[in-house]
């Protein structure tokens, strides 16, 4: 799992390649992405081989503090 405060484009495509490697290592069919505190989860920023490997989260708090998930 990687998690990221506020994670750019550019953020998650090396976080994206730095999940990768480590799932590969752990010999994991997946890793998890999360964007804390964005409405954006950069899917797109990932390598189009490796978006079948990696789901993309983001999370923040709506106008009245609820939580609220994006999915990628």
């Not at 994670?7 to 890793?31: C, F, H, Q, W």
């Not at 964005?38 to 797109?44: A, F, G, H, M, V």
């Not at 390598?47 to 079948?52: E, K, L, P």
Request: aromatic share 4%.
């Amino acid at each position: 799992m990687e998690l990221k405060q506020r994670a750019t484009r550019g953020t998650t495509a090396e976080a994206s390649i730095n999940l990768v490697a480590m799932i590969d290592t752990l010999n994991y069919p997946l890793g998890v992405f999360i964007n804390n505190d964005s409405l954006k989860t950069w899917i797109e920023s990932v390598a189009d081989s490796h978006r079948t490997r990696i789901a993309c989260l983001a999370a923040h708090l709506d106008g009245n503090g609820d939580p609220q998930v994006v999915r990628g």
